[in-house]
């Protein structure tokens, strides 16, 4: 091992990040206060210190190794997107220069043609601006031979439109603290200058054998099985939850934690998830904005390391049909300017007053606006993990735990305390006493409250955390409005103080039909849910249509973070995402099919064949069962051609019809037959010797070779 490789990671971290520490120590310190004024948005960036920024960003990528520029950002396709430029160009005297000003910094021009935008654009209408976030710090991405400075950008049309999910993001993000700092200062809070979302994500994920995994086309096409039959172990025993690491695979997360660290991304815990080959990683709360941006980072590390491991990596939501599925919990809280945390009980009379606020304030948001995180986590990925094997149900509801529903009833009275906390006694000297929680945690609530924070758990593993969390931080912002308004009507002849105890009762009463303690998994919850009016949508199209629900294109208007064209437009993206999705397995199964699972029948049958003729002169009826199984497997060769002659002429008819009628159509008969079909393979599988299967099966897929 090098000594590079040797440097702890407190030597290496943020060493390739263009921080506030750099920036502090490569800028003179009034254009520096300009860079900082400009990220608090007091102000923005003079073109004068914009060049003097971009020359010490430019001498400092370079210095680090770095040989190209790009504008980084995220179109609505989830992933991220780059375009790099190169520092080092030929001069008019043919000598080499180095080329990277204010202007280049702040603003770009990739082509936007090709990028989704729900056909709103003509492929000769290409032009798109990027522009630089400057409250996200740039980064430098490593090469075997070089770097590139990242830049995080915004990314919008030539008429302003947004093209990505950070413009959105940080308009939402901008709702929520004015609309918080107008409600602290009602509360009497008026030294607070700023109020800053925080976003902690949970990343899970799958790791196999990367060579197996190429043998696979519906995991490598698909990022997920598409036909496999049950091992005969699997994760009903849980050995695996939390158990040792893999070997291989802890090398693999020691690299992209030591990646991460370099780029100024924590990584709070790793360990190993439910199912065979699940793990996660949590990482460190950040500015909403930068934390989606650094699990966009992650992502792209992990998917780079992979490879380099040999592991093939799965973000996809629910990779082996009957195993856990991959989510990204999402924990979502408010911090003020003097660092306390908003969501955070406490035994001052005063705070607990602004927690019972800013809590009821989400309660009665997600209860008027609970469609919107509906919308938010319906993707085609999703639409295979929710609902079961500890997701949350694709109903929205939200769990606060005992202590607090009970204190909700109390806040008529005078005392507005939570319980202390007990000392957990263990009976056994040699162990610490523990502080338990209020209450315990509630795996079946997509929204839950768990001491501080607010975990949103339905967001799928493969999407970016961006669009649920401008959701949720849309529908927060109004209710803290709605809170505003109801403490101001009180205030005239009350304490603010008692106003707003009574606002925050008054907002737990509008809010108690999103209000479910139990488990959410239950029949009786999904009638009890559709008495509520909570069940406005069935199917994942139907869900991807609450977007354009008339109250929710009101709300997000009227808070500026998409206007109505803009929805319209990122629905359109989204529901063909999800049609897209669909139509790729059922051309990738249907392959699978024919180039596989059938000829495999055929080779048994000529096996089975071959063999019964070795008996000559043999009254057949005593190898009856032998002679049905050969039937039996005849039988199924023929169903499955029936039904691959139907996928396919299903498959024909999408071709005329709109992203909506495609969603529908795949979800009302595409799916079921595909299940179908997967139904009859499995069965096949089992009876198929193994060297004649075409595919590695469940049980070699989820073993890691050392």
């Known amino acids: 091992m090098s000594e590079r490789e040797l440097q702890s990671v407190h030597e290496i971290f943020g060493s390739m990040l263009f921080d506030k520490r750099v920036m502090k120590s490569k800028l003179n310190p009034d254009i520096y206060e300009q860079v900082i004024a400009a990220m608090e948005g007091r102000q923005h960036l003079s073109p004068?210190?914009?060049?003097?920024?971009?020359?010490?960003?430019?001498?400092?990528?370079?210095?680090?190794?770095?040989?190209?520029?790009?504008?980084?950002?995220?179109?609505?396709?989830?992933?991220?997107?780059?375009?790099?430029?190169?520092?080092?160009?030929?001069?008019?005297?043919?000598?080499?220069?180095?080329?990277?000003?204010?202007?280049?910094?702040?603003?770009?021009?990739?082509?936007?043609?090709?990028?989704?935008?729900?056909?709103?654009?003509?492929?000769?209408?290409?032009?798109?601006?990027?522009?630089?976030?400057?409250?996200?710090?740039?980064?430098?991405?490593?090469?075997?031979?070089?770097?590139?400075?990242?830049?995080?950008?915004?990314?919008?049309?030539?008429?302003?439109?947004?093209?990505?999910?950070?413009?959105?993001?940080?308009?939402?993000?901008?709702?929520?603290?004015?609309?918080?700092?107008?409600?602290?200062?009602?509360?009497?809070?008026?030294?607070?200058?700023?109020?800053?979302?925080?976003?902690?994500?949970?990343?899970?994920?799958?790791?196999?054998?990367?060579?197996?995994?190429?043998?696979?086309?519906?995991?490598?096409?698909?990022?997920?099985?598409?036909?496999?039959?049950?091992p005969a172990k699997d994760q009903k025993l849980d050995h695996h939850y939390f158990g040792a690491i893999h070997q291989r695979v802890l090398s693999y997360m020691e690299d992209v934690e030591r990646d991460l660290a370099r780029l100024g991304v924590s990584i709070l815990a790793r360990h190993n998830e439910v199912a065979r080959c699940q793990f996660e990683f949590a990482h460190l709360y950040a500015e909403a904005n930068v934390a989606c941006d650094q699990n966009q980072i992650l992502m792209e590390t992990m998917r780079k390391l992979a490879r380099k491991h040999e592991l093939r990596l799965l973000f996809h939501e629910k990779p082996f049909a009957g195993m856990n599925g991959s989510g990204k919990h999402t924990n979502i809280s408010l911090v003020d300017s003097e660092g306390r945390n908003l969501l955070k009980p406490s035994n001052s009379h005063r705070r607990n007053v602004i927690f019972l606020t800013f809590l009821s304030a989400v309660v009665l948001g997600v209860s008027k606006f609970h469609s919107l995180l509906q919308a938010s986590i319906a993707t085609y990925g999703n639409l295979f993990r929710l609902g079961g094997h500890e997701a949350p149900p694709s109903i929205i509801s939200v769990y606060l735990g005992s202590a607090l529903t009970d204190l909700i009833k109390r806040l008529g009275e005078q005392d507005v305390s939570l319980p202390e906390r007990g000392v957990m006694d263990l009976g056994l000297a040699k162990l610490p006493e523990i502080v338990p929680f209020d209450s315990d945690r509630n795996r079946t609530s997509p929204v839950a409250f768990t001491g501080d924070k607010f975990e949103f758990r339905a967001p799928g593993s493969s999407q970016s955390i961006a669009f649920p969390v401008t959701m949720f931080a849309s529908l927060w912002a109004w209710g803290i409005e709605e809170l505003?308004?109801?403490?101001?009507?009180?205030?005239?002849?009350?304490?603010?103080?008692?106003?707003?105890?009574?606002?925050?009762?008054?907002?737990?009463?509008?809010?108690?039909?999103?209000?479910?303690?139990?488990?959410?998994?239950?029949?009786?919850?999904?009638?009890?849910?559709?008495?509520?009016?909570?069940?406005?949508?069935?199917?994942?199209?139907?869900?991807?249509?609450?977007?354009?629900?008339?109250?929710?294109?009101?709300?997000?208007?009227?808070?500026?973070?998409?206007?109505?064209?803009?929805?319209?437009?990122?629905?359109?993206?989204?529901?063909?995402?999800?049609?897209?999705?669909?139509?790729?397995?059922?051309?990738?199964?249907?392959?699978?099919?024919?180039?596989?699972?059938?000829?495999?029948?055929?080779?048994?049958?000529?096996?089975?064949?071959?063999?019964?003729?070795?008996?000559?002169?043999?009254?057949?009826?005593?190898?009856?069962?032998?002679?049905?199984?050969?039937?039996?497997?005849?039988?199924?060769?023929?169903?499955?051609?029936?039904?691959?002659?139907?996928?396919?002429?299903?498959?024909?008819?999408?071709?005329?019809?709109?992203?909506?009628?495609?969603?529908?159509?795949?979800t009302r008969e595409i799916l079921p037959l595909m299940d179908e079909i997967r139904a009859k393979c499995d069965a096949a599988e089992l009876t198929i010797a193994a060297d004649i299967w075409p595919y590695p099966i469940y049980r070699n897929l989820l073993s890691l070779s050392a």
């Open 484 to 666: 505003t308004k109801m403490i101001e009507a009180r205030s005239s002849d009350k304490d603010p103080i008692d106003a707003a105890l009574e606002a925050a009762r008054e907002a737990f009463k509008r809010g108690s039909n999103i209000l479910f303690e139990g488990d959410a998994y239950t029949q009786e919850w999904h009638e009890e849910a559709k008495r509520r009016g909570l069940i406005e949508a069935e199917t994942m199209p139907d869900r991807i249509d609450l977007l354009l629900k008339p109250e929710n294109k009101e709300m997000l208007a009227s808070l500026g973070i998409y206007r109505a064209h803009e929805l319209d437009n990122i629905r359109e993206i989204r529901m063909n995402s999800f049609a897209t999705g669909l139509e790729v397995e059922a051309a990738i199964l249907f392959d699978m099919l024919w180039e596989g699972v059938l000829p495999a029948i055929s080779k048994q049958l000529v096996l089975e064949k071959n063999s019964l003729s070795a008996f000559d002169n043999v009254d057949f009826g005593e190898f009856k069962a032998w002679r049905d199984y050969t039937g039996g497997l005849g039988r199924a060769k023929n169903a499955l051609i029936v039904d691959a002659n139907r996928l396919h002429e299903l498959k024909e008819r999408l071709s005329s019809m709109n992203a909506r009628e495609r969603s529908d159509f795949l």
């Open 48 to 230: 004068e210190a914009a060049d003097i920024v971009a020359d010490a960003m430019k001498n400092w990528a370079i210095s680090k190794g770095a040989t190209h520029w790009a504008h980084w950002f995220q179109p609505q396709t989830e992933l991220t997107a780059e375009k790099h430029q190169a520092f080092t160009m030929a001069g008019a005297d043919g000598n080499p220069i180095e080329v990277f000003r204010g202007h280049h910094l702040a603003q770009g021009e990739p082509d936007a043609s090709s990028f989704p935008s729900a056909g709103t654009r003509s492929t000769f209408e290409a032009r798109g601006y990027s522009a630089w976030d400057i409250s996200s710090p740039a980064f430098i991405v490593k090469s075997p031979k070089g770097g590139t400075l990242c830049i995080p950008s915004a990314f919008f049309s030539f008429d302003g439109t947004p093209l990505d999910l950070k413009t959105p993001l940080l308009r939402a993000l901008d709702a929520v603290e004015g609309r918080a700092l107008k409600l602290l200062k009602t509360l009497g809070q008026r030294g607070i200058k700023s109020v800053k979302m925080t976003v902690g994500a949970e990343q899970e994920y799958f790791l196999i054998d990367r060579p197996r995994a190429q043998l696979r086309p519906d995991v490598r096409f698909c990022g997920r099985t598409l036909i496999g039959a049950q």
